[in-house]
């Protein structure tokens, strides 16, 4: 071993040009034990690890050709070509995953505590909050998510605690508590809370984008009810949150408005944008962003209203259990 | 023996006191039996023999006295008096341990007292109140869902996904009469109707034949024949239009796709060279034509 390592030293002892040179005897000559981080010099090493890198691309592209070659020559007989690998390709299968046609679920979705809103007995009405002492990031994004859902009062957080103000707001018939909590002057995390007695979901907010932030944006929403697009919410869980979402918006959309809210989910990460849209003609629709933008990540889901100390938790992220896959999500 | 003024001179003005703290404006005493805080020759417990302050230890309040008789034994120095929970009964305590003493002492003392039962009673308030919890946020952590979330908004690819939305909504009729596109409603019905019918078709077309026996239907000269007009360009133009509207009208009943070509066939006419496409007919099969750009070759030939 060593003595092939002097002699492969020596070879790389001779000029930069000669090196390319000694290149092909050089290559024929390493041990398969052999590997590039074993040079201790540096400028060496680093020379035979471009070497090899070049020698792998090199194999790579002759591959490539000799492949496009065969496709060319098969014509019409070629086989199809490959589905590049994607995250959302590979995905564990979660046996939690809703099939379109499960009565059970259907049964559970008829009797739970969203029912009464799919049945169009009450209509949505949100009383949207924050922490303590907001600062002016948060307010305005209020402001704005105020403007979005329709039947949305904003109120003044004065230290009031959440499981006082929750029987005043069953008391006024709010259905969803919703509490924007801020960190250093920017929102980071929102309670949604269905109030007669329905789930509480928390969630991290990142990425808040005000309107005036927001490029090529159009004017301001009208005050018509906004269309409801939920995307990707194939999980039991994530069924769940859908309607949680759904429930924040009344039943009939004024098509009228051409607004449209859309509930994302892509790997867990929910994305929420308003847009207004218009078809040009029945193939193309052109769409507008107006509105704030953000991005939910489901921290935990409990039963009841909220309670931290003794609540039921349905559902709580735990990061050393689900994000060890990276191909497995919840929702 | 205890000598006040000389110890001040040292420590309080010309040479170091390790008590003390010197700011822009003002000296403070770090000294934890100081009764004031700031280094005073009044509020020195070093430059002073008969001293007395107010210490607070876990709720409870006491009162230290030094007397210059015990300044030879500093283990016994300071004398400690537990003072009542009470307020009114701990300041006639204090009156009544301090009698006799200086004025300024006294007053401090009773004022320091009040000021740690205050802050006493408030901090009693708060941990009734709600706390805020700090949670502890990892940096690796934080960054990783960041990098997540940006990958996962790349692969989201939102605006495709909410046009695809709403083109499927409109195609299945969520809006209903808004929208006048009633020609890809229209064009899906008529397919999936002739589909249907084409069973029938084959039963009537027998009738159908033996019906338009003998009647006389009279046409227009639409067709135009491709012998007498293929020496002029301009003739030539106004076949390709003539052709297209024949097109047109005959695949009015055929699918959208093969529509789209034509209407794009029929966008290229102004473009469309005399020679470039292929031979044109009259028959009803749809035809690309394909653009060719005729400038350079004139170009050459001018120069």
Same mark, same amino acid.
């Given at each position: 071993?060593?003595?092939?390592?002097?002699?492969?030293?020596?070879?790389?002892?001779?000029?930069?040009?000669?090196? !390319?040179?000694?290149?092909?005897?050089?290559?024929?000559?390493?041990?398969?034990?052999?590997?590039?981080?074993?040079?201790?010099?540096?400028?060496?090493?680093?020379?035979?690890?471009?070497?090899? !890198?070049?020698?792998?691309?090199?194999?790579?592209?002759?591959?490539?050709?000799?492949?496009?070659?065969?496709?060319?020559?098969?014509?019409?007989?070629?086989?199809?070509?490959?589905?590049?690998?994607?995250?959302?390709?590979?995905?564990?299968?979660?046996? /939690?995953?809703?099939?379109?046609?499960?009565?059970?679920?259907?049964?559970?979705?008829?009797?739970?505590?969203?029912?009464?809103?799919?049945?169009?007995?009450?209509?949505?009405?949100?009383?949207? /909050?924050?922490?303590?002492?907001?600062?002016?990031?948060?307010?305005?994004?209020?402001?704005?998510?105020?403007?979005?859902?329709?039947?949305?009062?904003?109120?003044?957080?004065?230290?009031?605690?959440?499981?006082?103000?929750?029987?005043?707001?069953?008391?006024?018939?709010?259905?969803?508590?919703?509490?924007?909590?801020?960190?250093?002057?920017?929102?980071?995390?929102?309670?949604?809370?269905?109030?007669?007695?329905?789930?509480?979901?928390?969630?991290?907010?990142?990425?808040?984008?005000?309107?005036?932030?927001?490029?090529?944006?159009? !004017?301001?929403?009208?005050?018509?009810?906004?269309?409801?697009?939920?995307?990707?919410? /194939?999980?039991?869980?994530?069924?769940?949150?859908?309607?949680?979402?759904?429930?924040?918006?009344?039943?009939?959309?004024?098509?009228?408005?051409?607004?449209?809210?859309?509930?994302?989910?892509?790997?867990?990460?929910?994305?929420?944008?308003?847009?207004?849209?218009?078809?040009?003609?029945?193939?193309?629709?052109?769409?507008?962003?107006?509105?704030?933008?953000?991005?939910?990540?489901?921290?935990?889901?409990?039963?009841?209203?909220?309670?931290?100390?003794?609540?039921?938790?349905?559902?709580?992220?735990?990061?050393?259990?689900?994000?060890?896959?990276?191909?497995?999500?919840?929702? | 023996?205890?000598?006040?003024?000389?110890?001040?001179?040292?420590?309080?003005?010309?040479?170091?006191?390790?008590? #003390?703290?010197?700011?822009?404006?003002?000296?403070?005493?770090?000294?934890?039996?100081?009764?004031?805080?700031?280094?005073? @020759?009044?509020?020195?417990?070093?430059?002073?023999?008969?001293?007395?302050?107010?210490?607070?230890?876990?709720?409870?309040?006491?009162?230290?006295?030094?007397?210059?008789?015990?300044?030879?034994?500093?283990?016994?120095?300071?004398?400690?008096?537990?003072?009542?929970?009470?307020?009114?009964?701990?300041?006639?305590?204090?009156?009544?341990?301090?009698?006799?003493?200086?004025?300024?002492?006294?007053?401090?003392?009773?004022?320091?007292?009040?000021?740690?039962?205050?802050?006493?009673?408030?901090? @009693?308030?708060?941990?009734?109140?709600?706390?805020?919890?700090?949670?502890?946020?990892?940096?690796?952590?934080?960054?990783?869902?960041?990098?997540?979330?940006?990958?996962?908004?790349?692969?989201?690819?939102?605006?495709?996904?909410?046009?695809?939305?709403?083109?499927?909504?409109?195609?299945?009729?969520?809006?209903?009469?808004?929208?006048?596109?009633?020609?890809?409603?229209?064009?899906?019905?008529?397919?999936?109707?002739?589909?249907? =019918?084409?069973?029938?078709?084959?039963?009537?077309?027998?009738?159908?034949?033996? #019906?338009?026996?003998?009647?006389?239907?009279?046409?227009?000269?639409?067709?135009?024949?491709?012998?007498?007009?293929?020496?002029?360009?301009?003739?030539?133009?106004?076949?390709?239009? =003539?052709?297209?509207?024949?097109?047109?009208?005959?695949?009015?009943?055929?699918?959208?796709?093969?529509?789209?070509?034509?209407?794009?066939?029929?966008? =290229?006419?102004?473009?469309?060279?005399?020679?470039?496409?292929?031979?044109?007919?009259?028959?009803?099969?749809?035809?690309?034509?394909?653009?060719?750009?005729?400038?350079?070759? =004139?170009?050459?030939?001018?120069?």
């Amino acid at each position: 071993h060593k003595a092939v390592k002097s002699a492969e030293v020596d070879g790389e002892g001779s000029a930069v040009e000669e090196k !390319k040179m000694v290149k092909s005897e050089l290559a024929v000559a390493f041990p398969p034990t052999f590997s590039v981080s074993e040079i201790k010099n540096k400028q060496r090493r680093h020379f035979m690890f471009m070497k090899l !890198k070049q020698e792998k691309r090199k194999q790579k592209m002759q591959l490539r050709k000799k492949r496009r070659k065969e496709r060319e020559a098969l014509g019409d007989k070629a086989p199809p070509k490959e589905v590049p690998k994607t995250i959302e390709n590979q995905r564990v299968y979660d046996e /939690t995953t809703v099939d379109p046609e499960d009565e059970e679920i259907a049964f559970d979705e008829g009797t739970d505590e969203f029912s009464a809103y799919f049945n169009g007995l009450t209509n949505p009405k949100v009383l949207i /909050t924050t922490s303590d002492r907001p600062r002016g990031r948060t307010v305005r994004f209020c402001e704005q998510l105020a403007t979005v859902i329709p039947n949305a009062h904003v109120y003044y957080r004065r230290g009031l605690a959440l499981k006082r103000i929750i029987p005043q707001c069953v008391a006024r018939n709010f259905t969803y508590l919703m509490v924007i909590n801020e960190d250093r002057q920017v929102p980071n995390g929102m309670v949604l809370c269905h109030l007669p007695n329905g789930p509480t979901a928390h969630f991290k907010v990142s990425s808040v984008r005000l309107r005036k932030e927001m490029k090529r944006r159009g !004017k301001n929403p009208t005050e018509h009810y906004p269309e409801v697009i939920l995307n990707n919410f /194939t999980t039991r869980l994530g069924h769940t949150i859908g309607r949680l979402f759904a429930a924040l918006f009344p039943q009939e959309p004024h098509f009228v408005g051409r607004q449209v809210a859309t509930f994302h989910n892509q790997r867990d990460f929910i994305f929420f944008r308003f847009h207004r849209y218009i078809f040009k003609n029945e193939k193309k629709v052109g769409i507008q962003e107006l509105g704030p933008r953000f991005t939910l990540k489901l921290r935990s889901l409990q039963k009841g209203t909220f309670d931290s100390k003794y609540g039921e938790y349905e559902w709580v992220m735990k990061r050393h259990e689900m994000e060890a896959c990276r191909r497995k999500f919840q929702l | 023996m205890q000598h006040d003024d000389v110890i001040w001179d040292i420590i309080g003005n010309t040479q170091f006191c390790s008590f #003390k703290v010197k700011t822009k404006s003002q000296n403070f005493c770090r000294n934890e039996y100081n009764i004031t805080g700031l280094c005073n @020759r009044s509020s020195c417990p070093l430059a002073n023999s008969q001293y007395a302050t107010i210490r607070e230890e876990k709720g409870q309040c006491f009162l230290y006295m030094k007397v210059i008789e015990r300044a030879a034994f500093p283990a016994r120095m300071w004398e400690k008096v537990k003072l009542s929970k009470n307020y009114e009964k701990a300041l006639e305590q204090i009156d009544e341990n301090l009698i006799y003493w200086p004025r300024f002492i006294r007053h401090k003392c009773k004022q320091r007292f009040t000021k740690i039962t205050q802050y006493l009673i408030r901090m @009693r308030k708060l941990v009734l109140k709600r706390q805020r919890k700090l949670v502890p946020l990892s940096r690796k952590v934080e960054t990783r869902e960041r990098r997540k979330e940006e990958k996962a908004l790349i692969a989201a690819q939102l605006d495709n996904a909410i046009e695809k939305e709403l083109l499927e909504r409109l195609k299945q009729g969520t809006y209903g009469d808004i929208y006048n596109f009633p020609v890809h409603a229209f064009d899906r019905a008529l397919e999936q109707q002739d589909q249907e =019918s084409e069973s029938e078709e084959e039963e009537e077309e027998e009738e159908d034949d033996e #019906k338009d026996v003998g009647q006389r239907e009279f046409v227009a000269e639409e067709e135009v024949e491709e012998s007498d007009l293929s020496d002029f360009e301009d003739m030539n133009k106004l076949r390709t239009s =003539s052709d297209e509207e024949e097109q047109d009208e005959s695949s009015e009943e055929e699918d959208e796709e093969e529509m789209e070509v034509q209407t794009k066939a029929s966008r =290229s006419k102004g473009k469309s060279p005399a020679n470039g496409s292929a031979a044109r007919k009259k028959r009803a099969y749809v035809e690309i034509e394909y653009e060719q750009e005729t400038e350079p070759a =004139s170009k050459s030939r001018a120069t």
